[in-house]
């Protein structure tokens, strides 16, 4: 049999949107990922969805349908005015907190998911942070283990989104403190600041506070980018987890600066 | 067709298969217009009934590189979705019977190339795509091989998309974005400049997906045979081949780089018909 280019061209078409139309009936075709995240495997959880697998891309909306936390929980708890709490996305939490000196993020809504939901979460060697009225939320109504308590009141800040005025200074009734817990960091203090690893830190930033490259090199997996290159920005470019690059830089540059 | 003297006489033939142009240009817009749509809808003004789906999701070679994790562990890499490997199946069916009609028609980036080349076919006439000395050539074209291992390696250990930062199909419909890695904007450069000297230097020399595909020439159904005993050896075929596939001295083209463009058959180049032709049966 012998073959033109039209009968080709026309074979070409029916194939290709013959074959998306027939597998999206059988529901294959799915451009989006369904924003469920995956379960734990084994365990008193086992079957229960982990917070540690909320990503950037999921709204609110989603959270709720994987975990009993309302959208409007999450928006109070993360200072976000918005008619529809549940359309707003995990990964424009950042930007709101960008000059905060802290990295308000996906990590942040892990914690508070977790906490608020009673799962197991993994803070080990991790600096995540927490906005006060999130605090307070859980504080209220999340059963939280002593160790757990303590890590709160050690993560708890009060910063104000880009569009909201500053939050008013804590009362010593608000922001409870024990003894033992270490003091909430103080977001105006520039020595923590400074060596603060943030979705605007560039490489040659991390250069300069004495990160060897190759350690760099080793946790991005990749030859060291261009120097003004943001690690937010190659994180999302290359398909790393910010989130864990950016909390496995920090404890690097924590190592050299103390 | 026009009679003289009660013949049928064909007084235009056109010397390429402009059907296939068409066809270029269609997926080209379909996906550009997609990637924009891509960007709208992150702020809430997506044009209705078109797709917004993002690049990785109608992108067939994501479909490839998941494979590993989708056995292994049941999941698809980051940003892929399960769209990739539907179009990975169907681009696979159709180059099992026709060869990688998917370079040739459809890929909107090895378009692109052409576009360039058009350039460079003006600027060095025959000299235009034989620059590269034939023994470098003839390595170079392994090259894909090479990195389509490298590829699926890296992607199947860090269950990451790494390749996103080096892919030049992705720099090319999302450079607007500041999604795209200043890697991948510099191989898409080259690949555009280097266009205007060879034509679509990316597809012969490092496409990954050119590689997969390129492998379904060695057992396709259809191929392009000559007619040895109608051929007028003219070398038409080979001059006009974009892959530089020596089509003249072949009686059936068997070469992994083949994209079936069909522009050496008796329906474009070749000026004799029925001598070069696309066929799954033999040929006297
Ligand atoms: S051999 Fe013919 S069909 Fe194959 S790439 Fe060359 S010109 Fe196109």
């Known amino acids: 049999m012998t073959l033109t280019s039209k009968?080709?061209?026309?074979?070409?078409?029916?194939?290709m949107f013959g074959g998306i139309s027939v597998s999206s009936a059988l529901g294959w075709w799915q451009t989006e990922s369904a924003k469920v995240p995956a379960a734990f495997t084994e365990g008193e959880f086992a079957g229960q969805a982990n917070p540690a697998d909320i990503r950037g891309s999921y709204t609110f909306g989603d959270i709720a349908n994987?975990?009993?936390?309302?959208?409007?929980v999450l928006a109070r708890a993360f200072q976000i005015t918005s008619d529809d709490p549940a359309s707003f996305a995990v990964k424009d939490l950042e930007s709101l907190y960008l000059d905060s000196g802290y990295e308000i993020g996906t990590n942040s809504i892990r914690l508070f998911v977790a906490f608020y939901a009673g799962l197991p979460f993994d803070t080990t060697g991790q600096e995540i942070y927490l906005l006060k009225p999130a605090a307070d939320i859980l504080l209220a109504d999340a059963t939280l283990t002593p160790e757990q308590t303590a890590y709160l009141q050690a993560h708890t800040v009060e910063v104000a989104p880009a569009d909201v005025e500053a939050a008013p200074a804590p009362s010593e009734e608000s922001a409870p403190e024990t003894e033992s817990a270490p003091p909430a960091p103080d977001p105006t203090t520039s020595s923590t600041e400074e060596y603060l690893v943030k979705g605007k830190t560039t490489f040659g930033e991390l250069l300069q506070w004495g990160v060897p490259q190759?350690?760099?090199?080793?946790?991005?997996?990749?030859p060291m980018p261009d120097l003004a290159m943001t690690v937010k920005d190659h994180a999302t470019a290359t398909g790393l987890d910010f989130e864990t690059l950016k909390t496995q830089l920090q404890a690097e540059v924590d190592k050299i600066k103390k | 067709m026009v009679k003289v003297f009660g013949k049928r006489v064909r007084l235009f033939r056109p010397r390429t298969i402009w059907i296939r142009k068409l066809v270029q240009w269609f997926f080209f817009l379909l996906i550009a217009l997609i990637a924009v749509n891509h960007t709208l809808a992150e702020s809430g003004s997506a044009i209705p009934v078109l797709s917004s789906a993002s690049l990785h999701a109608v992108c067939p070679f994501g479909g490839v590189v998941t494979l590993y994790t989708l056995a292994s562990s049941g999941v698809l890499v980051q940003k892929i979705h399960s769209s990739a490997l539907v179009l990975a199946g169907l681009s696979l069916l159709l180059a099992i019977f026709f060869g990688p009609v998917f370079c040739g028609w459809i890929c909107p980036l090895g378009t692109v190339q052409e576009w360039v080349g058009k350039l460079g076919r003006k600027l060095f006439k025959r000299r235009y795509n034989h620059f590269v000395p034939t023994k470098l050539d003839n390595i170079l074209r392994y090259a894909r091989y090479g990195i389509l291992i490298w590829v699926l390696y890296v992607t199947a250990i860090s269950g990451t998309l790494i390749f996103e930062a080096y892919d030049p199909y992705f720099a090319l419909f999302n450079f607007w974005s500041g999604e795209v890695a200043p890697t991948a904007l510099l191989i898409l450069g080259t690949t555009l400049v280097l266009s205007v000297f060879v034509e679509r230097p990316w597809c012969k020399y490092a496409c990954p997906y050119g590689a997969v595909?390129?492998?379904?020439?060695?057992?396709?159904?259809?191929?392009i045979k000559r007619a040895a005993s109608t051929c007028k050896a003219d070398g038409a075929c080979s001059i006009?081949?974009?892959?530089?596939?020596?089509?003249d001295n072949k009686t059936v083209v068997r070469d992994h780089q083949c994209i079936s463009c069909l522009e050496c058959?008796?329906?474009?180049i070749c000026p004799v018909a029925k001598t070069v032709v696309f066929t799954s049966g033999g040929l006297k």
Request: aromatic share 8%; glycine share 2%.
């Open chain 1, 66 to 72: 994987s975990f009993d936390v309302a959208p409007d």
């Open chain 2, 240 to 247: 006009m081949c974009p892959m530089n596939i020596a089509v």
């Open chain 2, 213 to 223: 595909l390129g492998l379904t020439n060695l057992f396709r159904v259809f191929s």
């Open chain 1, 7 to 15: 009968p080709l061209a026309a074979i070409l078409f029916i194939v």
């Open chain 2, 265 to 268: 058959t008796s329906e474009a």
């Open chain 1, 214 to 222: 190759d350690v760099i090199e080793q946790m991005i997996e990749a």
